[in-house]
């Protein structure tokens, strides 16, 4: 059973901070009916119109613009379809408060168990967003690909997850941690942590791609969306009728994302793939952790935000030449280009890399060094600050020092270097030296945990923790929106969803399938 949700549901998105040195409002936001909520009603035979730039409204500047792995924003405003009439209407300014300085954010931040204290202001829709007017088919289950869909979803496309009707997504069941359901009475199975961080901005279905009514409803779909994106295994998704050429030939302007361990090529194309053993076989793990220490794992892989750039480039491809097309995106080259510069250093002079904790094989210092009590992370990238840090530190005389001269004496007698620095700095606390360190003009930065680093004033400010009303857990907390545009507002309109919470309402709103035939669907246990 999956649970019932009310087309009137409210729901709220609340922001921590907003620009320095206010705080933002909370925003409350109340759904329409799902026969309206952002598609218009659409015979399944009508054409698709193209709404020119003069036809949407100029949106309000609210923050500023910022890039993302060098890609501009942008709108691409040529392409959008007349099924969401109603997004473009949005009215008014959201009511902010003022005169809340960065003290009193931090003084209401986190004192004892207590959260960060905003007040409500109202906006009934939020600006359309780059990508508003764009329809998501995503087949993805896991990370990499939720991740890249559901930064789309926060760019304004519509998502439309598709989840196997046996149990979703796999990371639903990946906990704990798990979000407690709001109702006490509720012996549902939770929400795992996992799921709710990569997938908000998105509706779920229930289709069984092995059933041929659930194949038919995937083509169906297919033909109202601009792009898909899944990540099984090569070759997976053609057995059942929905590989690339067969459903280009029913949307030829389809854009089809494979994400994938690695790539559609190769002896190992069919290989299942995970992040962290593509991190030890492409080099990653080799390089990282203490030098005389184990391999160590790092993060999160980084292919979804690789196959979000490849999809906003082939959109501006698909407005020149009218055509879509195939992107094949695997987790192994995505690991292989993020290598940067130490990639670059063993195929332009065969240097082999080496694990170095956090320092840098270019530059020292660059690297954590300890204080009496804790640590933090210093970085001295030219002879003047490195001149300011031995001020700092009271070590004039190692300007001075032949050893020391130039970056690259530094980096030959690394050694004896770090152990002056250490000595010097475990006679203070970390607090002494980010005080002594504050506005000398040189790279510094406490080691934060996860508690410290979601209550850091500038992440507050920069509105990066975010409240949502699920259907199940209630009120829960998500990170907030990493990019801010200028004329386009990203934006966070849906929670993360429910299984199978918007099969009926995309079968009804954006298939214009009726009662008898979803009736069918379901008996056939297609959906």
């Known amino acids: 059973m999956h649970p019932p949700h009310s087309g009137a549901c409210r729901w709220l998105v609340r922001s921590g901070a907003s620009h320095i040195p206010s705080l933002s409002q909370a925003i409350s936001i109340t759904r329409p009916p799902r026969s309206t909520r952002f598609f218009s009603q659409q015979p399944a035979s009508s054409s698709r119109s193209i709404l020119s730039p003069q036809q949407y409204p100029r949106p309000t500047c609210l923050t500023p613009c910022t890039r993302l792995l060098g890609l501009r924003s942008f709108s691409i405003q040529s392409q959008l379809r007349d099924r969401h009439p109603s997004k473009s209407n949005s009215s008014g300014d959201a009511n902010t408060l003022s005169g809340n300085t960065i003290e009193s954010l931090l003084s209401k931040t986190h004192q004892g168990n207590k959260t960060l204290d905003t007040s409500a202001g109202q906006d009934p829709q939020p600006l359309p967003g780059p990508l508003d007017g764009f329809r998501v088919l995503d087949l993805t289950r896991v990370l990499a690909g939720p991740y890249c869909t559901q930064i789309l979803g926060d760019l304004g496309a519509e998502v439309i997850k598709i989840e196997n009707p046996r149990g979703g997504d796999d990371t639903r069941a990946w906990g704990p941690p798990f979000a407690e359901n709001k109702d006490p009475s509720d012996t549902s199975t939770r929400e795992s942590a996992y799921f709710l961080g990569v997938n908000r901005n998105k509706k779920s279905i229930t289709v069984n791609l092995r059933s041929e009514q659930g194949r038919q409803l995937m083509h169906d779909l297919v033909k109202k969306v601009d792009v898909l994106v899944e990540n099984y295994v090569p070759g997976k998704l053609d057995e059942m ?79 020149r030449t009218g055509r879509g097309q195939h ?117 510094f930065a406490p080691i934060n945990n996860i508690e410290q680093t979601f209550q850091h004033p500038q992440v507050l400010a920069r509105e990066m923790v975010r409240t949502v009303e699920h259907p199940k857990a209630g009120e829960i907390k998500v990170a907030g929106l990493p990019v801010k545009y200028s004329e386009t507002q990203p934006s966070i309109r849906l929670p993360p969803p429910c299984l199978g919470e918007h099969t009926e309402e995309v079968l009804r709103t954006v298939l214009g399938y009726d009662e008898e035939k979803i009736r069918e669907l379901r008996e056939a246990k297609a959906v």
């Not at 389809?254 to 962290?276: A, F």
């Not at 980084?302 to 959109?315: P, R």
């Not at 020092?401 to 690394?414: A, P, S």
């Open 241 to 319: 009728g929905l590989g690339y050429k067969e459903l280009a030939a029913l949307n030829p302007k389809l854009i089809y994302t494979s994400i994938t361990g690695y790539g559609q090529t190769g002896p190992y194309r069919s290989r299942p793939g995970y992040d962290v053993m593509i991190e030890a076989e492409a080099g990653l793990m080799y390089i990282t952790g203490e030098e005389n220490g184990t391999p160590v794992k790092v993060g999160v892989a980084v292919t979804g935000l690789y196959a979000h750039g490849a999809i906003m480039a082939a959109l501006l491809a698909r407005s």
């Open 327 to 443: 992107i094949d995106c695997s987790l192994l080259d995505a690991q292989i280009a993020t290598l940067a510069n130490i990639g670059s250093s063993y195929l332009i002079a065969g240097q082999e890399a080496k694990r170095m904790g956090t320092s840098h094989p270019s530059i020292v210092p660059y690297q954590v060094l300890p204080s009496s009590d804790s640590h933090i992370m210093i970085g001295a990238g030219n002879d003047g600050q490195f001149k300011i840090l031995c001020n700092v530190l009271g070590l004039d005389e190692l300007v001075e020092d032949t050893r020391f001269h130039t970056n690259k004496d530094r980096v030959q007698h690394r050694h004896e270097l770090i152990g002056l620095l250490t000595t010097r700095l475990r006679t203070r606390s970390n607090r002494e030296w980010l005080t002594a360190l504050e506005g000398r003009g040189i790279p």
